[in-house]
């Protein structure tokens, strides 16, 4: 089993900044693509960053140039640190890996709430 702990949600003014971090244990062979995705009240989830392991970045538009994904590949783990957050940054948000254990299987963090709000 492989099991994604994520941590640094809260609630934070607009142009603030928080970091998220997710890391990930278990009977882990390899990891593949790590990433986040969020999901707002009423709306689809939607990818936000991803990072596979040659270390090329994809953003979404809404989040190019205030947010920034990186990995720590010794400690399974992937941040993402948000900058000039906004309130349509308000999301639960969803660490995932895409690991090789006996087979290559997506995992998906328990989320962890956002809130940018004065």
């Known amino acids: 089993q492989v099991q994604l702990v994520e941590s640094g949600g809260g609630l934070v003014q607009p142009g603030g900044s928080l970091r998220l971090s997710c890391e990930a244990s278990g009977s882990i062979f390899r990891i593949n693509s790590m990433g986040w995705y969020r999901q707002a009240p009423g709306k689809q989830r939607e990818l936000v960053a991803n990072?596979?392991?040659?270390?090329?970045?994809r953003y979404a538009d809404s989040v190019k140039g205030r947010f920034t994904i990186s990995r720590d590949n010794a400690k399974n783990t992937v941040y993402l640190q948000m900058n000039s957050l906004r309130p349509e940054d308000t999301a639960v948000y969803y660490c995932?890996?895409?690991?090789?254990?006996?087979?290559?299987?997506?995992?998906w963090g328990q989320g962890t709430q956002v809130t940018v709000s004065s």
């Open positions: 990072m596979p392991t040659d270390g090329s970045t």
């Open positions: 995932y890996a895409y690991v090789l254990t006996s087979r290559w299987s997506n995992y």
